[in-house]
């Protein structure tokens, strides 16, 4: 056995064995609290486009139970599609949770697509009647990222994936979300792809330098001429949605210091600042006083050159706004966002959510 299988092997291992200690130690067969009182449940839902995700919270922080199934976006896919996913994985989730939806004390649901006022109602009626929940709060996905990074009631936060939202939630428990108020060129990795696209045309034309990004394109479009890939791009719809793949490739170009792809992070980089330091203002919070949190792929990384870029900007926009990185999955968030909901020390529950979110998996990788 070589040593890099048996390293592996040991891991899985030991994975296992940590799955079994959690089911043995805070499973249902132990349900009380310091005090001898029955702990109730938590549910938290996540549903985007691609995934939708549900998981089982005790009161005292213990993750135990997640599901995954189908994403859907309901006001694409409608509202009942949705609903069906959803109750696919909380059905799921409960059952490996060895519990019942009776258990359930608070459902929290980050939904894609709660964009509107109404939004919310109509999705938390809609949940309550198809899994005869007791309590129900909706709100749009991009809220409960911020919990997913935050151990605390209110701040900012970033969601930036293949597009890219954000909210704020101040100490009232008021939300604003960004939504369509994000420009088209904002939108995450998609947007950031094509603009970085525009870098190589520009080379072309002589308005920039050459940059290491138009091999990158040119191989992606398997031309040999930037002629030939400005075609693909122009004609070919399916080919402008395969280029948010290329977001890793392109934050890679920028840490050899490419001048092209430096400038497109540092023009991308500063109007997100702008748009957080607009939040902060619109919401009457003092950024000092605020976390904000970086969530999605396109923030993945200990040397993002991205995300630096966003710390360095705030750090000189906003005096004192500390950021973060998102530490769970949304799922995740959305079951401590339940924690805050209920008035629960987030505190004194932290190890109990770290420890079990790791062996289920739902740390950010």
């Known amino acids: ?75 694409d896919e409608g509202v009942e599609n949705a609903l069906e996913r959803m109750k696919e994985a909380v059905e799921e989730a409960v059952r490996s949770a060895g519990i019942g939806k009776e258990d359930i004390v608070h459902t929290v649901a980050g939904v894609g697509g709660i964009d509107w006022q109404g939004d919310d109602v109509m999705i938390r009626d809609a949940l309550q009647e198809k899994l005869a929940l007791q309590e129900v709060f909706a709100c749009n996905d991009a809220v409960i990222a911020f919990y997913s990074g935050a151990m605390r009631s209110h701040g900012a936060v970033i969601c930036a ?65 930037v002629d030939a890939l400005l075609k693909r791009y122009m004609k070919e719809s399916e080919f402008r949605k395969e280029l948010r793949f290329l977001m890793p490739q392109i934050l890679m170009v920028a840490k050899t210091e490419d001048g092209a ?48 870029r966003v710390v360095r900007g705030v750090q000189e926009r906003m005096k004192g706004a500390e950021v973060v990185q998102a530490y769970y999955e949304p799922v995740v968030g959305a079951c401590i966002m339940g924690l805050v909901r209920l008035g629960m020390d987030l505190t004194e529950r932290e190890k109990s959510i ?7 998996g739902l740390l950010r990788s």
Not at 24 to 39: A, H, L, P, S, Y
Not at 166 to 175: F, P, S, T, V
Request: charged residues 30%; hydrophobic residues 40%.
């Open 1 to 75: 056995m070589n040593l890099e299988y048996k390293t592996i092997h040991v891991m899985m291992w030991k994975k296992e064995r940590s799955k079994e200690h959690l089911g043995k130690c805070f499973g249902r067969e132990n349900v009380m609290d310091k005090t001898g009182k029955k702990n109730g449940y938590l549910l938290g839902i996540d549903q985007g486009g691609t995934k939708t995700a549900a998981a089982v919270m005790r009161e005292d922080g213990f993750i135990v139970g997640r599901a995954t199934v189908k994403g859907a976006y309901f006001p």
């Open 354 to 360: 770290r420890e079990s979110a790791a062996v289920l």
């Open 261 to 308: 792809a430096c400038a497109l992070l540092d023009e991308f980089s500063k109007e997100l600042v702008a748009y957080i330091e607009a939040g902060f203002r619109k919401m009457g919070m003092k950024p000092e006083e605020e976390e904000i949190v970086l969530a999605g792929s396109i923030f993945k990384g200990a040397d993002n050159p991205l995300t630096s």
């Open 161 to 225: 994936g293949t597009g890219m939202n954000g909210a704020l939630i101040d100490k009232e428990g008021r939300q604003f979300v960004y939504g369509d108020y994000m420009e088209e060129k904002a939108q995450g990795g998609s947007a950031l792809a094509k603009r970085a696209l525009r870098k190589v045309f520009d080379a072309e034309l002589g308005l920039c330098p050459p940059t290491k990004l138009t091999p990158l394109f040119l191989g992606q479009a398997g031309v040999s001429d």
